[in-house]
């Protein structure tokens, strides 16, 4: 049989670079059988057998049983023992083993093999009768659980049972009498609920368990963890078939769980558990308490000895903090696993920096030891791990922007603005937000929204802000007139606290602390290690004095997206935004423009002399007109009361700008070709703001203008000639040198198709690739929220669009609109700002295809330098 058709290899067959063959798990037990240490024999049923398991609908081909079964008797040849021999009985473990690593997410089976007549001969063999009923009883109960989906706790019931009955504290006291009573009502039980005796013929234990691990990997954790992490559901598991060691054959055997360091700190320390006479669910399961591993030096030193040394040999060989799974059976040691521990972003920094310093690894190598998405962990506020521990959530909604948030319930801007100027900490609950809610949300701690996803405004704005966010909290049932709102038969009143956690979606009807995140040294010395080695620059979205200031802190170097439209919603602007709008003619809009300058201006300013002379990319206003205006009736009224116009003038003006598609309407450089007036006055605004902090600050800032929505050369050459015309007179005007830079947004595909075009009169594409997303897939990406849980569910798709950028279609688009654009101008600048400019995946995408910088939200902005470094070692430019 060729290796491509080979889908069963001994352990001694593989070696660690098979990862996406053999797994994680799979690999690593192949490499630590090559280096000679003491790993119990076995074979590993690659992943790619998965895959063809879910392809013939569920079913082990005829094939890869035949595979099993002969990999089966190399390994029965190896280890003198025999699957059901009452003489001599070989007992197994059945584990998944993903290619990426998910502790807890699939499933387990330990000692496989045993039925009526193997357990009398393990008992006969080893002397120890107790021991093999423990075994048989655990056995009947896993594989009850895990492979015919019967649920455990009632098992855990007959057993709590028998012991009550003989006066048993412990599980370890039951005698093997008693674990006979409890081995003959479990197989009752088993009858009754399934209707046949429980399966005593080994071969069809070991295939029913490989299909229940190879189902595992589709099971509801497992898909949450995946799409948490990044891990497509192609990929598949392995299943690893494995000599059962034992240590629950007395006081001599034990089991345990170790780190070569602190996953938690980072320390150089050995961490871990074990626990003697046990078997490995009852470290994790919490039924006794286990101890700490330094104390193993007291009870068996040499054993102790053996570990220590291992585990050193482990950590070097693979050049990382490894996570450890052992068993000593009757005083010999065996190493189950390893694989490179889990660990908090604080340590993940320690480790990093520690092992370089240790001369195990180069910074290339330590720059890949961190998940950049970990890095959140240490930007945002954390909960009380305590309190936090004693809550439980009322609802979860979407992990929209991370960190915690604690505060009393508000429903509207206004009031959440109030209250906080009163020195409360609020909390912004809304169906959704809107542009609108802008300083409401400035005010809060976090926001709750009901509708929306991971990137409608809300999410959004909320990462621009470093905020707390949940949204598309659908169990919430908002009742705004009465100021409350209900989950389930919870309901929270206005000026109730909740607590909102933005790393899971969780929602808490209590009030939780929080504490601010401490960043160690180790931040600092590892980002430098990824700005020297980076390629990519990394620019911030930002509107504001504060969020740019935020950025810089975090490593900004430039601006690659400022809204202007979120600078016209603040108390004294708004007005004079909806004089403009209602305005009947050019002459009135212009008056409501000239109030408008020196406002917009002295954003502008304050944004320059933040960024310190960095390049700052301004976009054009982009939003339809009618985001500006109330929609109910009541706002209307009160709106056309305070600015002199009749209730019907007014509302006959919100419904002229009503559009049936906003989002595909009147927007964008569509305004701007309608009122031209309105690209004069922000260009003179960005201009003359530019010439005034060059002047009193000394920088030499090129302002990049940039035209949002063209998808026709001509539009952009239009709209261009104004903002050229305008910019060059202030010039004149002020008797000043300035040189700037006009460009677009390439969001829409058919700016992509004709980049080339679009580059005759483009200085720069952005690429703002939240609504190329939605465009190319045609997906509002407010809406889609409702039903992308469908797609991910079917399998359709593994991720959400919005999130991370599709390659294979949107990212076809950007990399041709790259390349068109290079052969009309080669020295055209090209960077990213939609919301995937901070998602890592993406990140690299953009490296690859050779974009200059990725810009971002100011919270994620360590997250993409560190993402770039990543991709810059993974594939050098």
Not at 440 to 448: D, K, N, P, R, T
Not at 842 to 854: A, D, I, K, P
Request: with cysteine; aromatic share 8%.
């Amino acid at each position: 049989m060729s290796n491509s058709n080979k889908f069963v290899y001994l352990f001694s067959e593989g070696n660690a670079s098979m990862k996406n063959l053999l797994g994680g798990k799979g690999a690593n037990l192949a490499e630590m059988t090559n280096i000679g240490l003491p790993v119990p024999q076995g074979f590993t049923v690659t992943t790619e057998a998965c895959t063809k398991y879910y392809e013939d609908g569920k079913m082990i081909n005829e094939g890869i049983i035949e595979e099993i079964f002969s990999n089966l008797a190399k390994l029965e040849e190896i280890t003198g023992k025999k699957l059901g021999d009452s003489a001599n009985p070989l007992l197994v473990s059945v584990r998944s083993g993903a290619r990426a690593s998910m502790p807890g997410m699939m499933d387990t089976i330990l000692n496989l093999g045993l039925n009526d007549e193997t357990v009398a001969g393990l008992a006969s063999l080893t002397g120890n009768e107790r021991f093999a009923y423990d075994s048989y009883r655990r056995f009947i109960q896993m594989f009850s659980d895990v492979v015919m989906e019967l649920d455990k706790s009632n098992f855990e019931s007959i057993l709590e049972d028998v012991k009550d009955e003989v006066g048993a504290q412990l599980d370890t006291d039951l005698t093997s009498e008693n674990l006979k009573e409890v081995v003959a009502r479990y197989k009752k039980f088993y009858r009754e609920e399934m209707g046949n005796d429980f399966p005593s013929d080994p071969k069809v234990q070991l295939l029913e368990s490989v299909k229940a691990v190879f189902r595992s990997w589709d099971n509801p954790r497992a898909n949450i963890y995946r799409k948490l992490h990044d891990i497509p559901s192609s990929w598949g598991t392995a299943v690893n078939v494995q000599q059962m060691v034992f240590g629950n054959m007395g006081e001599t055997s034990g089991t345990g769980v170790a780190f070569t360091r602190n996953p938690a700190t980072g320390e150089n320390k050995i961490f871990g558990e074990y626990l003697m006479n046990a078997q490995g669910e009852d470290v994790v399961a919490g039924i006794r308490t286990p101890k700490d591993i330094e104390t193993l030096k007291d009870v068996m030193p040499a054993c102790y000895d053996e570990f220590m040394k291992i585990a050193n040999t482990l950590e070097t060989h693979y050049k990382d903090m490894q996570d450890m799974e052992f068993t000593i059976e009757q005083g010999k040691l065996f190493f189950l696993q390893t694989r490179n521990g889990k660990r908090t972003a604080p340590a993940a920094l320690k480790i990093a920096v520690e092992l370089v310093e240790e001369g195990l690894i180069t910074k290339e190598e330590a720059i890949l030891k961190v998940d950049p998405k970990q890095l959140d962990q240490l930007l945002h506020p954390m909960f009380d791990t305590d309190e936090l521990k004693a809550s439980k959530e009322c609802a979860i909604g979407l992990p929209a922007s991370p960190g915690a948030a604690c505060g009393r319930v508000y429903f509207t801007a206004e009031e959440a603005k109030n209250h906080r100027a009163l020195g409360e900490k609020v909390v912004l609950v809304r169906a959704e937000t809107s542009p609108e809610d802008i300083e409401g949300m400035i005010a809060s701690e976090g926001i709750l929204t009901a509708r929306g996803g991971m990137t409608s405004h809300a999410a959004v704005v909320a990462r621009g802000m470093g905020k707390c966010c949940v949204a598309g909290c659908g169990a919430l049932k908002i009742n705004e007139g009465d100021k409350f709102f209900t989950v389930g038969d919870i309901r929270i009143n206005e000026g109730d606290f909740i607590s909102l956690d933005g790393e899971t979606g969780k929602v808490y009807a209590t009030e939780i602390k929080t504490v601010e995140p401490e960043i160690t040294g180790y931040f600092g010395t590892f980002m430098a290690w990824a700005d020297e080695i980076r390629k990519l620059k990394v620019r911030t979205n930002a509107d504001n004095r504060r969020d740019s200031e935020q950025a810089i802190r975090f490593g900004a170097e430039g601006i690659g997206l400022c809204r202007t439209e979120h600078m016209f919603f603040e108390e004294d602007r708004i007005p004079v935004v909806r004089q403009m709008i209602v305005a009947k003619n050019e002459e009135q809009r212009r008056n409501a423009l000239t109030k408008l300058l020196p406002m917009q201006k002295s954003d502008f300013v304050e944004i320059y002399e933040a960024m310190k002379g960095l390049p700052v990319t301004v976009r054009l206003l982009d939003p339809p007109l009618h985001e500006f205006l109330p929609q109910h009736e009541e706002d209307i009224k009160s709106l056309a009361d305070q600015m002199g116009l009749s209730f019907e003038d007014l509302k006959s003006t919100v419904e002229e700008l009503h559009e049936f598609n906003p989002m595909m309407g009147h927007r964008g450089c569509r305004l701007a070709v309608s009122y031209p007036e309105m690209a004069e006055m922000q260009t003179r605004a960005i201009i003359e703001a530019a010439i005034e902090v060059n002047a009193s600050k000394g920088y030499n800032i090129v302002p990049e203008i940039m035209i949002p929505l063209a998808g026709e050369v001509k539009e952009l050459k239009y709209v261009k000639e104004v903002v050229t015309a305008t910019a060059d007179a202030v010039i004149s005007e002020k008797g000043a040198e300035l040189k700037y830079l006009v460009g677009t947004m390439i969001e829409i595909p058919r700016a992509a198709l004709t980049a080339d075009e679009i580059a005759t009169e483009a200085e720069f594409f952005s690429f703002g690739t939240n609504d190329l997303t939605q465009m190319t897939f045609g997906f509002s990406r407010d809406d889609a929220a409702k039903f992308l849980k469908d797609y991910y569910d079917k399998k359709i798709f593994d991720f959400d669009p919005f999130q991370k950028l599709d390659q294979t279609g949107v990212g076809k688009l950007v990399d041709m609109a790259a390349k068109l654009g290079r052969t009309t101008r080669p020295d055209i600048k090209l960077g990213i700002c939609g919301e995937h400019g901070g998602d890592p995946s993406s990140v690299e995408f953009c490296h690859e295809v050779g974009l200059q910088y990725v810009s971002c939200s100011p919270f994620r902005v360590p997250i993409a330098r560190l993402a770039a470094a990543q991709a810059q070692v993974k594939n050098p430019r």
